[in-house]
């Protein structure tokens, strides 16, 4: 043992016990998790209110440990319920968070949906703040509950869903505004912008709505004019905008896209093109059988069955078998027994039945013109730098202009170089993309007879 | 200095010795407790023990079998309970028979009557039947963990 | 009461059939314990005692010896849970945050102890540089510890995508893309890394597989190899050390018409030779007693580390959306600020120089001076030359990993640049 040797030996035991203690401290860091404590809140509570000793043992029986619902089609695991222990229990309704109840679960099992799909946050974690995931590095944050009916539109049509306003007047707004003019959404929409597949993943709602207002601002050199609506479409835009979160889900929940209800009815009723043959108010072909009293000839059983199979309970019908899904069934007699409006044909807006302006109107609508040309084509919308007073030039007097055919080429060949105000400055960022090969021939001649009919016409007396 | 005196060990130094050795094992058989308790797994990606079913009326009369969590719900009018399809022999999971009653296992034909109880074959074990409850919201809660008499039935 | 139980056991039949000498009580039981215990037998019986001196060494070798230990536990324990596919690999990272017990920790603990080991590799290469160790009869030891470097980057580099977070992610995009600037071989050597032309799920695979058994199977027989040769080529670098001899009898120079035994044939250097008894000291205990305090020492350093700062994990890996700027690992920041400047010099020419002049080293520079000894002032045109190479590295690794932020403009790390959307 050499005297140098010796100095180091009380290292030796202190070595040792340090080591060893930082591996039990390591470990006792480790077991001490947030949920436990409200686990035993959980079961204490259960206590409480045990009358009987098989209740008090049933609670003292209540497990300490973590919760997850597993749900492989949804790519996800959700362990909300590690803390939220009572979401099922109708028994702790009004309680404070975390152990409240989740009212109306009857859509919605829990065991086959979990929490994150509709409420997003992080399922997996089991603290607090990374599970409601406002947390770096965790993209998608809990869903305020001002933004909730976006998680909907993940399943459903937006505009089928009952008592999701927002949500359909997002929908709505989208259209009117035009953004599929700019942006592409599952591979449908122009090119100027940036997809918007995802979007709703990328990018929180305080973002999108600043970027909705000013979006020069957010994204600097964005071509996109600031939007001009009132705060609460920009909310339901915004809303709308979340529900893109480009995940795919599988057969089991896209299943129920249509939710069956009149609304949905009667969007199919002029989407399969029943008109053709029945009719309404008077209204549509005469093969088949006025459709007007249909509720009091029949019941919704009758009526899905003649769907599923015509012959079968009225033999001798020649109304051909539909390709239809169970829920558009369902819907569709919803819509056949409660249509009550009697202005129902004004709202189907069947092409057929529709004037060449009416329809051109919509293919203005459908290709999202608007959102450069501005409503109704009547212009407004900046576009830095172009020579047109910095605007993108409205349609008001395309008819002044083009011939017919001179503005069909317009359409189809687009203007990629728009001319500059100033020459030295930044080129415009707004251009007219060719519409060659998206837009139908047929749609086109409606078009054009659309924009040539926006020329107001006291002006045209003068000329 | 002499050297061969000093350099055997003295009892301050076998004291020192085994005091450090005593605390490297510590730490040792600490890091081996935590790396032992590392394996053991804290959640699970099978079946929940306690499994939620569906609501009582949802299960028609006699025998259904539930496969997430391998067993089956029996009913009788307004009684139910639940016995696992997990045959005792070998772990095969039991069929229930033709007849209504009773279940036999396919691997190694083990029979079992409409109690479980066994009634041929090489199973050392009657099935067993597995505490039944009803949530707060109405539905059924099998507990594996918990073992009943076959003569325990949940009347809604 | 326990001694006595376990001296029983010790004098037991099974006792002395696993340990084949008791604790030593004797000077020669000192050196039949160095000589028979397998642990012990890379090591000879006695040490010079200035290997016994902390400033010699400085510890490093053995360091990155016992991180690889360290390292290989808790990969071994890591791999319970972790499944290397793009779907799980992220998700098994949560698990282990969330559910698993001690699993952050685990990860902590694997991730820093991989920094460290890079680091202490690498330190270890500039003290056997700066103590002129890698000097005849050690060139090829110098050689197997350049092979070690490169292995240890290699597991470094292969366990960084194995989370499968943007970071990883992103990290061996980058580095990869590196590599294929190297010329001719580049764009079919990323590919077959790769295994396809972008990071994906073979890529994790190879990674995977690479990092778990190829890479450490070479590491640890690479590392057998070394510390034999650390014990063949006469233990650590001495000042005053005698010139080599041959260490192999020639067969052709021994009589053929008799058998000999291992000691006729074999003749190495050991570090008795040219050396005072009284220099020498026994294995054990004082070698191996330092070296185990050092294992402490290094265990209780990771576990601080591991306990207090957390590996990092960033988002899931999204091939669409690169973070900006996207950095190598930082080792391979040097490189990578190089090939921002020139693809040419970062990608090719500079790594293939390190490689070819660490491997050149010990066969150019022959003289034997300054052996054993830190800085030599013989020595100093060789020492200059390696510290401003070392130092470009470092202020080149330091640039590319603190002083570029979004778009690889320059920024200071305190003052870090806003992310321009586009």
């Known amino acids: 043992m050499d005297s140098s040797l010796r100095k180091l030996l009380p290292w030796f035991t202190v070595m040792g016990l340090l080591v060893g ?146 949500l359909a007047r997002g929908r709505v707004l989208f259209d009117d505004l035009g953004c599929i003019g700019c942006h592409k959404l599952q591979g449908v929409g122009g090119v100027i912008g940036p997809e918007l597949d ?64 009149a609304d949905a009815g009667r969007r199919l009723f002029t989407e399969k093109g029943c008109m053709a043959c029945h009719s309404l108010a008077g209204v549509g072909g005469k093969i088949g059988p006025a459709l007007d009293e249909v509720a009091k000839r029949r019941d919704t059983k009758w009526i899905i069955e003649h769907f599923r199979n015509p ?66 084509g009547m212009g407004g919308v900046p576009n830095p730098n172009a020579k047109t007073a910095q605007q993108v030039p409205s349609l008001k007097f395309v008819a002044d202009s083009y011939t017919k055919d001179e503005l069909k080429k317009r359409v189809l060949n687009g203007q990629r170089e728009i001319p500059s105000l100033n020459p030295k400055g930044p080129p415009p960022p707004l251009y007219m993309p060719p519409w060659r090969g998206r837009i139908a021939e047929g749609e086109l001649g409606d078009l054009v007879v659309y924009l040539m009919s926006l020329m107001p016409k006291e002006e045209k007396v003068t000329f | 200095m002499n050297s061969t005196v000093n350099n055997e060990p003295n009892r301050r130094d076998f004291v020192q010795l085994v005091s450090g050795w005593c605390a490297t094992l510590f730490a040792l058989a600490a890091s081996g407790a935590a790396a032992a308790r590392f394996m053991m797994p804290n959640v699970l990606y099978e079946a929940d023990r306690r499994y939620r079913a569906l609501k009582p009326d949802d299960y028609p009369e006699g025998a259904t079998f539930l496969p997430d969590a391998r067993l089956f719900v029996l009913r009788k009018g307004n009684s139910f309970r639940a016995v696992s399809a997990v045959c005792t022999h070998l772990g095969c999971t039991v069929l229930h028979n033709n007849d209504g009653n009773g279940f036999h296992c396919p691997c190694h034909g083990s029979q079992f009557n409409e109690n479980a109880a066994v009634t041929g074959g090489p199973a050392p074990k009657p099935l067993p039947w597995y505490l039944m409850t009803l949530t707060r919201d109405g539905r059924l809660m099998i507990d594996a963990s918990q073992e009943v008499k076959p003569d325990k039935y949940l009347v809604v | 009461m326990l001694l006595q139980l376990w001296k029983q056991f010790r004098d037991s039949r099974v006792g002395r059939s696993v340990f084949r000498v008791g604790v030593p009580a004797s000077n020669l039981e000192r050196a039949q314990a160095a000589v028979s215990s397998f642990l012990l037998h890379f090591q000879p ?46 998700q098994d990272m949560k698990d282990l945050e969330f559910v698993v017990t001690a699993g952050l920790v685990l990860r902590n603990m694997h991730r820093w102890a991989a920094h460290l080991m890079v680091i202490s590799v690498l330190l270890h290469l500039c003290r056997v540089f700066y103590t002129a160790a890698y000097k005849a009869p050690r060139e090829f030891n ?100 005698a010139e080599p001899a041959q260490t ?45 305090l050092l294992f402490l020492g290094v265990t209780a350093l990771v576990l601080v580390l591991a306990i207090f700062w957390n590996a990092p994990l960033e988002e899931l890996a999204n091939p669409v959306h690169p973070p900006n700027p996207a950095k190598a690992p930082w080792y391979f920041l040097g490189l990578q600020e190089l090939v921002a400047h020139s693809a040419f010099w970062g990608g090719v020419v500079v790594p293939a120089l390190i490689v070819v002049a660490l491997v050149m080293l010990p066969y150019l520079d022959r003289k034997r001076v300054g052996i054993g000894v830190w800085f030599a002032r013989e020595r100093k045109l060789a020492v200059t030359i390696f510290t401003v190479c070392l130092v470009a590295a470092t202020v080149l690794t330091l640039v590319g990993s603190a002083f570029r932020g979004p778009n690889w403009a320059l920024q200071v790390p305190w003052k870090p640049l806003a992310i321009e959307e586009r």
């Not at chain 1, 998790?33 to 959980?42: D, F, G, S, T």
């Not at chain 3, 010699?56 to 972790?82: D, K, P, Q, R």
Request: some cysteine; charged content about 15%.
């Open chain 3, 45 to 90: 019986a006695k040490v010079n005692r200035r290997t016994l001196q902390f400033s010699a060494t400085l510890g490093l070798g053995l360091i990155s010896l016992y991180l690889f230990i360290i390292l290989t536990v808790t990969g071994v324990l890591l791999m319970f849970y972790y499944v290397p596919s793009t779907n799980q690999a992220y």
């Open chain 1, 311 to 376: 012959q079968a309970v009225n033999p001798g019908s020649i109304m051909p078998r539909f390709d239809l899904t169970e829920q558009e069934m369902r819907a569709l007699t919803e819509f056949l027994l409660t249509k009550t409006d009697p202005n129902i044909v004004g709202f189907l807006r069947i092409p057929a039945l529709m004037t060449p302006i009416q329809r051109g109107q919509a293919v203005f609508k459908k290709y999202g013109c608007a959102g450069c040309h501005g409503a109704g």
């Open chain 1, 21 to 166: 203690a930082l591996i039990v401290a390591a470990f006792y860091k480790d077991q001490f998790r947030e949920w436990k404590i409200w686990q035993r809140v959980h079961i204490k509570q259960e206590l409480a209110r045990a009358v009987s000793d098989a209740q008090r043992e049933a609670a003292l029986r209540i497990p300490v440990e973590i919760r997850q619902i597993v749900l492989p089609d949804l790519r996800r695991v959700d362990r909300c319920i590690t803390c939220h222990l009572t979401v099922e229990d109708p028994s702790y309704a009004g309680f404070k968070q975390p152990l409240a109840y989740h009212p109306d679960h009857a859509q919605h099992p829990i065991e086959k949906f979990g929490c994150t799909i509709c409420h997003q946050g992080q399922g997996r974690a089991t603290t607090r703040e990374a599970a409601h995931g406002h947390v770096e590095h965790w993209e998608q944050p809990m869903l305020a509950m001002q933004y909730i009916e976006s998680a909907c539109a993940k399943c459903h049509l937006p505009s089928d869903v009952p008592n999701a306003p927002k």
């Open chain 3, 142 to 241: 110098w050689l197997v510890g350049v092979c070690l470097l490169l292995l240890t980057l290699g597991l470094s580099f292969t366990g960084y995508l194995l989370p499968w977070d943007q970071l990883a992610f992103w990290a061996i995009t980058v580095g990869t893309s590196i590599a294929a600037y190297a010329p001719v071989v580049g764009e079919k050597l990323k590919f077959l890394l790769l295994g396809g032309n972008v990071v994906g799920q073979s890529a994790l695979l190879r990674f995977y597989v690479l990092h778990v058994v190829v890479l450490p199977l070479a590491a640890l027989f690479l590392m057998a190899v070394h510390l034999w040769r650390v014990r063949k080529d006469g233990g650590l670098a001495q000042p005053g050390e």
């Open chain 3, 248 to 292: 192999v009898v020639g067969l052709a120079e021994l009589p053929q018409n008799k058998t000999y035994g291992l000691m006729e044939l074999a003749r190495g250097t050991t570090p008795a030779v040219g050396v005072q008894p009284e220099e020498e000291v026994f294995t054990w205990p004082n070698l191996v007693f330092r070296e185990m």
């Open chain 1, 198 to 261: 995802g979007v709703g993943a990328r990018h929180g709602a305080e973002w999108l709505g600043k970027h909705f207002r000013n979006p020069a601002a957010i994204t600097s050199g964005s071509a996109m004019p600031p939007i001009k609506v009132g705060e609460q479409d920009i909310e339901a835009l915004t809303l709308y905008m979340l529900s893109f979160t480009g995940e795919r889900l599988s057969d089991y929940y896209v299943s129920m896209k249509t939710i069956p209800g």
